[in-house]
Nanobody
Framework: QVQLVESGGGLVQPTGSLRLSCAAS????????MRWYRQAPGKERELVAA????????NYADSVKGRFTISRDNAKNTVYLQMNNLKPEDTAVYYC????????????WGQGTQVTVSS
C-alpha cells in the first residue's frame, strides 16, 4: 500500500520559513517524479514545485521562484519543500504528489498539511 505522509506545516509569521517533508512508502521512490501542490480556500489546486526522479531538474511556479526550494533524498524516500520569506498568500493546504509516467503510469497523493502565514 502506497503512503505519502506530509509533515512540517503550521502557523508562521510573514517573512518566516517552514520546511515541509513528505515521506513515501510502498513504492519505488526513485522511479517517481515528485511534486508539491497547494490549495487555498475557494481556489483551485496549483502546482508549486516539481523535481525529477533523480533530482536533476526542478521547476517552480512563478509565485514561489526564489523563495521555495524542492529537494529529495532517495535514500530516505523523502521529498522536501523549503519555504522562505513566506507571505500571507502562501496560506494553503500543501499536498505531496508522486507520479510515474509511461506504460505503468501511477499517481499518488498525500493527505495534505496546512500552512498558515499570518501575523
Amino acid at each position: 500500500q502506497v503512503q505519502l505522509v506530509e509533515s512540517g506545516g503550521g502557523l508562521v509569521q510573514p517573512t518566516g520559513s517552514l520546511r515541509l517533508s513528505c515521506a513515501a512508502s510502498g513504492l519505488i521512490f526513485s522511479s517517481y517524479a515528485m511534486r508539491w501542490y497547494r490549495q487555498a480556500p475557494g481556489k483551485e489546486r496549483e502546482l508549486v514545485a516539481a523535481i525529477t526522479s533523480a533530482g536533476g531538474s526542478t521547476n517552480y511556479a512563478d509565485s514561489v521562484k526564489g523563495r521555495f526550494t524542492i529537494s529529495r533524498d532517495n535514500a530516505k524516500n523523502t521529498v522536501y519543500l523549503q519555504m522562505n520569506n513566506l507571505k500571507p498568500e502562501d496560506t494553503a493546504v500543501y499536498y505531496c504528489n508522486a507520479v510515474r509516467g509511461g506504460t505503468y503510469y501511477s499517481d499518488y497523493w498525500g493527505q495534505g498539511t496546512q500552512v498558515t502565514v499570518s501575523s
